[in-house]
């Protein structure tokens, strides 16, 4: 009986030492799990995201105890520093999937499909429910939940804990990120606004060679069809550029290209 107390209380003085940097981790988590594409969108229960944070936890926790010791100090610049790493990761992470939206909104303005089967659980067009529908389910089975975690472990090297991030570091990263996503999503658009384009202009020369043909009647039908057309042939490639800016994004999720 004596030794069981006795392992009782060495394991009691060990798991109240690990209280504080489960909870530090887990703000680091919560806030990336707020944020981190198909396991934080706005569909998913809060309890199931809550659930999902308390397992990611537990598998991160128990790899960065370690280099948990310079936040034992302190009480609320760690749990802020926590919660703005996580932030910043689960922001750069979810701009994928706005850049995936944008382009869908910048194709389906150009293919005239913009207000087609508009408002599937979002105010956008169809095509951008389809591209988010369509990079999500890519990313997960490729893996992203392990890639989660492994970006979530690496990210304690890269951002220590209890140390704060300077502002104008984190404003240059994060202007960054924001213009390559925006790069990334015309860069997806562009066959759509080209092809719409070269359509019109094709059009308008017509129109100046004939007159009396209402062109508008024959081209708007050809113009979704074209769209849609162009959507079955591109989208695979498209979502494989996405998929590899995606992955470029976890294997080096502080760099920006120039």
Do not use: K
């Amino acid at each position: 009986m004596t030794a069981i107390l006795s392992l009782l209380t060495q394991m009691a003085a060990q798991t109240e030492t690990m209280i504080w940097p489960t909870f530090l981790v887990f703000m680091r988590v919560g806030a990336v799990m707020a944020l981190l594409p198909a396991f934080g969108e706005q569909s998913v229960p809060q309890r199931v995201r809550l659930g999902l944070s308390l397992c990611f936890t537990a598998i991160v926790a128990p790899a960065v105890w370690p280099d948990m010791e310079a936040a034992r100090t302190g009480f609320y610049l760690p749990i802020l520093t926590e919660v703005v790493a996580g932030l910043a990761l689960g922001i750069g992470l979810r701009l994928f999937v706005m850049a995936l939206q944008m382009a869908g909104t910048i194709a389906a303005q150009a293919s005239s499909l913009s207000q087609l089967f508009a408002g599937m659980g979002q105010p956008q067009p169809a095509m951008s429910n389809l591209f988010v529908s369509a990079g999500l389910a890519l990313a997960v089975l490729s893996g992203l939940h392990v890639r989660a975690a492994e970006l979530l472990i690496l990210s304690y090297q890269m951002m220590p804990p209890g140390q704060s991030i300077p502002g104008v570091d984190l404003a240059g990263w994060g202007l960054g990120r924001i213009s390559q996503a925006f790069a990334l999503a015309f860069s997806l658009a562009a066959p759509f606004v080209i092809a719409s384009t070269v359509y019109n202009v094709a059009l308008g020369v017509i129109n100046r060679a004939m007159p009396q043909l209402m062109v508008m009647f024959v081209g708007a039908p050809a113009l979704t069809m074209g769209g849609l057309v162009l959507l079955a042939v591109a989208a695979p490639l498209l979502l494989a550029i996405w998929s590899q800016a995606f992955e470029a994004f976890l294997q080096s999720p502080l760099s920006v290209a120039p």
